[in-house]
């Protein structure tokens, strides 16, 4: 391979780094360069120069290719001498060819010498005019044939120099041994300046962004080994704006998400700011590409969709893939509920609290140019129940024992299916269910324990509500109607006031009872608490016959047996003897044993057979009704206070009715007559009496 070969190829490699920019960090390979000793590139016929070959790292091992005026070579040193005038090259293994350097061996007696060797962009130059043998005694130089400087020094410096076509020469001035002014003008001689650095590569990492994506951007330029201490600022560009990330040391910059505006036209720039040298690299379009959605889906949280009511719900909304900014939205039933335009691949909708009315389908759109849908998710809301309205339904306006009575209970709100308990006083009557929501019923027959109060539970798994309570008060119709006699505390006479006391066992208060003889009313009594009541008269000879009473309490009224009060008239004075005694009685007409009636746990009440007979006792003025009482039989004595005594034996008491006088019988018999109507005062009888 020629020099000028090895040179096209390494032109060829920087053009394609700037059209196809690699993938990734990318770099320019290495060149080696030429080192001259001594560093003149021009010298004198006859003379040699020391070639060193460079490269980096200096520590590569191997043999060295060398190239002179396209004749190639190589060599296992890094150095030659050479004497020949031509363009020189030199690699390594791992690097391109240097730079050509021009080496001149002049047979001119005046030459211009350069120094140092390699001159770069900016470096201070010395320019030597050279006598091949004697002194100068001046030395003129020129650029492009203007006279830069004339002195009597043989070099002078350039400042800074830069990259040019312009041609430098010189005029020496010297004597001759006659003291004859000579002179001399050397060949023009263009300076061999090498870039400081390369125009930078603006290098794309990745080589195509997408939307979304983060990309690199790296300014690629080497110094060379030489130069290695120069700092370098670096700029980028884009559309003739400098980009915000301004201008510093680095030479990359990152922008974390490409959008789709960000396409267009870039650049950058590397600056050498101490030799006021800026290069820019060639412009780079960049297209960002759009990627549309796609596997939209749709996730719940909690997993499932199921939720109570009260609880948070997150709607995940996600794609798998899809750039730049994306519309998420999300539907109900074919209803939007929410949206959101974020620069993301997942977005998230929260709804607290949820309600029933929350539940349903639900499903999401991600749009980014073309919307797409997800696949649809179940939401279910249990509802807590509410607290239940307990309805207590009878068949009339008050409720009796017996009625079938139904409780309802229902709670308005709640997700079914819904099971409902019972209760009266806390006591657990029954159960029901409601497996579609809505409320439940449950009937019962009431009985004399039915009155108090109602509730009812509502649970459907999520905790139970308690109803408010709901008052009963049931009605027992009256039943067991007992008319008895409540004796006199003491001895009672004709015309004394007796009380016949009226009682139902059974019956809810208040209670009126009607009192009848011969099925014509007496009067009533209400007995406003329950128990019984009691009607008094004076008794007269025209009080016997039937009595009866009736107990009432709203319902159907109920009356006794038929009690019977038989009284006779008195006999003459002394036509009677105690086994003529009439015995008018007050009985109860019943077909069981009155004593089946009887409410043995009153302490008023006694079962009295009265057997009335009027008696005269001989050598007494005196008429006696006598009252002849039996004692209480079976076991009711022992339930009755008043009947202690332990005679077995008939207890006798008399009523006085009027005082007896020596009148003729009829007259007797007329203040007999008149003496029922008087007042009784009852006397005790002798004890006489008593043995009879």
């Known amino acids: 391979m020629s020099c000028q070969t090895g040179l096209v190829l390494a032109l060829l490699w920087l053009m394609l780094l700037y059209l196809a920019p690699a993938k990734g960090e990318s770099e320019i390979p290495p060149r080696a360069f030429l080192l001259l000793h001594p560093s003149w590139s021009t010298t004198f016929q006859g003379e040699s120069v020391k070639l060193t070959c460079m490269a980096v790292p200096s520590s590569e091992k191997g043999p060295i290719t060398w190239c002179h005026n396209n004749n190639v070579w190589k060599t296992k040193s890094e150095e030659i001498q050479i004497k020949d005038s031509g363009y020189y090259q030199c690699k390594t293994q791992r690097s391109h060819f240097s730079e050509p350097v021009h080496v001149e061996f002049s047979s001119d007696e005046v030459i211009l010498q350069v120094s140092p060797h390699p001159i770069f962009e900016g470096d201070d130059v010395f320019l030597k005019c050279q006598r091949k043998s004697g002194q100068l005694n001046k030395a003129t130089y020129y650029k492009d044939e203007k006279i830069l400087q004339s002195n009597y020094s043989d070099t002078i410096k350039l400042f800074s120099v830069s990259r040019d076509s312009s041609k430098y020469s010189c005029t020496a001035f010297w004597k001759t041994m006659f003291s004859i002014l000579w002179h001399k003008t050397s060949k023009p001689l263009k300076l061999q300046i090498q870039e400081l650095f390369l125009p930078p590569v603006l290098m794309l990492s990745p080589r195509q962004p997408n939307e979304g994506d983060p990309v690199t951007l790296t300014c690629e330029t080497r110094l060379p080994p030489q130069k290695s201490h120069v700092q370098l600022r670096f700029c980028f560009f884009k559309d003739g704006q400098r980009l915000e990330s301004g201008c510093n040391s680095s030479q990359e910059i990152q922008i974390p998400t490409m959008r789709l505006e960000d396409s267009g036209s870039y650049w950058c720039q590397a600056e050498a700011v101490a030799y006021k040298i800026i290069k820019s690299s060639s412009r780079l379009k960049i297209d960002v590409l759009r990627i549309p959605v796609s ?126 308990q019972f209760y009266h006083e806390d006591i657990t009557l029954g159960n029901s269910s409601a497996p579609n929501g809505g409320g439940a019923s449950f009937n019962f027959s009431l009985t004399e324990e039915g009155s108090g109060n109602y509730t009812c539970d509502a649970n459907n798994g999520l905790g139970p509500q308690r109803s408010d309570r709901v008052s009963l008060k049931v009605i027992v119709p009256v039943s067991d109607i007992v008319l008895s006699l409540r004796a006199p505390e003491t001895q009672a006479m004709v015309g004394d006031e007796v009380e016949i006391y009226c009682e139902a066992l059974k019956g809810s208060p208040p209670i009126l009872y009607q009192f009848y003889h011969e099925d014509m009313a007496l009067g009533n009594s209400l007995a406003p608490m329950g128990g019984g009541a009691s009607f008094k008269f004076i008794v007269t000879t025209e009080h016997a016959g039937n009595y009866s009473c009736e107990a009432d309490n709203g319902l159907e009224p109920q009356r006794s047996e038929v009690m019977t009060f038989n009284i006779t008239g008195l006999s003459a004075p002394g036509a009677s003897s105690p086994s003529d005694w009439q015995e008018p009685s007050f009985s109860r007409i019943s077909s069981t044993p009155p004593q089946e009636h009887l409410y043995d746990g009153h302490p008023a009440f006694i079962e009295l057979q009265p057997i009335y007979n009027n008696v005269n006792p001989e050598g007494l003025n005196m008429v006696y009704s006598q009252i002849q009482s039996s004692q209480p039989r079976n076991g009711n004595s022992a339930n009755s206070p008043r009947m202690c005594q332990k005679d077995k034996e008939p207890v006798v008491i008399y009523s006085e009715l009027r005082t007896a006088c020596c009148d003729d019988s009829s007259q007797q018999a007329s203040n007999h007559q008149e003496g029922d109507t008087e007042d009784y005062e009852n006397v005790p009888r002798e004890s006489a009496v008593l043995d009879h």
């Not at 335009?341 to 140019?369: F, H």
């Not at 919307?371 to 509410?386: A, D, H, M, Q």
């Open 295 to 420: 596997d939209v889906n749709l996730e719940t949280r909690p997993p499932g969709g199921q939720l109570i009511e009260g609880e948070n719900l997150v709607l995940i909304c996600s794609v798998a893939k899809g750039t730049g900014t994306i519309t998420f939205s999300w539907h109900k039933d074919g209803t939007s509920v929410s949206k959101k335009t974020q620069q993301s691949l997942l977005a998230e909708l929260l709804i607290p609290t949820v309600k029933m009315q929350d539940a349903g389908r639900y499903y999401c759109v991600a749009d980014n140019g073309g919307p797409i849908l997800s696949n649809r998710k179940e939401v279910t809301v249990r509802g807590l129940v509410s607290r239940p309205v307990l309805i207590l339904r009878t068949p009339r306006h008050q409720a009796v024992v017996g009625d079938v009575v139904q409780l309802h209970c229902e709670a308005s709100k709640g997700s079914p299916p819904i099971w409902y």
